[in-house]
């Protein structure tokens, strides 16, 4: 690699507590749900409910799960985006390759600072979302408003690149060689209000196609495969169906042996480790059902291989 590269790629993730611990998850919680992205609702009736009771409810619960899926390196989510930057770095060697998260550390603004001290004029940002939204990338997009003194070029979304559809396919296709295949497949991706949808966010057309066009790379006919969504946060509606109601539904008609696989999540995180993988694993496993969880892409070869390949189209497009 060059000692002084001119053009850089940052991979960015939503983020994740530096420990797991109650202080740790109130901190994090607090920057992404004071995110007006994230939640849409005026801050002067959020912000006490936020702080007042939100936080204080869930730091210690929230902390627990981290606890539960936390590794010797760190939090999976940052373990597994920084092994995936390493794994581009080889691919992309005349160019550096950093990762960032949008809440906590490492921070946009202070790696993108760090990639132009370091001789970069250009940053290419991957968000590490396939399916876009106001809610996660735009958000991301916000954070590089405040950048300086470099040009930046952001992706917007890659839900139908043929080569992420097919390393999502091959992985799939892996896990069932190895471990035999279930009954039916979900591919489980996270949840958003329905009225951010209907306020024009293209996010469940985008999860639709995606959900379909793996199920076409699979050979998959409509009833050996479902689209569901998980992570519901508050009260008000959700896309549907859920994760959860999918799930239950599929035991009541006796399917016993489900795969589950979140190829909305890039790598690895909390909400496919603890709460597909444990806790509605659990949840299937007491009404006599097998909840095998798919593991995410996070940085094997065909993943990096997507991604450097996408990136190399769009710093074509950039010259």
Known sequence: ????????????????PAAPTPRAVRRYLGEFLGDPRVVQIPRWLWWPLLHGVILPLRGKRVAAKYAAIWLDRGSPLAVYTHDLAVALQARLPAMRVADAMRYGAPAIAAT?????????T??????LYPQYSTT????VADALADCRDVDVRMVHDYHLDPRWVAAVAGSIR??????????????????LPQRVVDGGDPYARQCEASACAIAAALGLDDGQWTLAYQSRFGRERWLQPSTLEVLDGLLARDVRRIDVACPGFAVDCLETLEEIAMQLAEHVAARGGELRAIPCLNASPAHADALAA???LELEAWA
Do not use: E, I, K
């Open 136 to 139: 996660t990338t735009a958000s």
């Open 310 to 312: 996408l990136l190399q």
């Open 1 to 16: 690699m060059p000692d002084s590269p001119t053009t850089a790629v940052l991979l960015v993730n939503l983020g994740t």
């Open 122 to 127: 250009r940053v290419l940002v991957l968000p």
């Open 174 to 191: 892996a896990h069932w060689q190895a471990h035999g295949r279930g009954a039916h497949l979900v591919l489980s991706l996270h949840g």
């Open 112 to 120: 993108v600072a760090g990639l132009r001290a370091d001789g970069a």
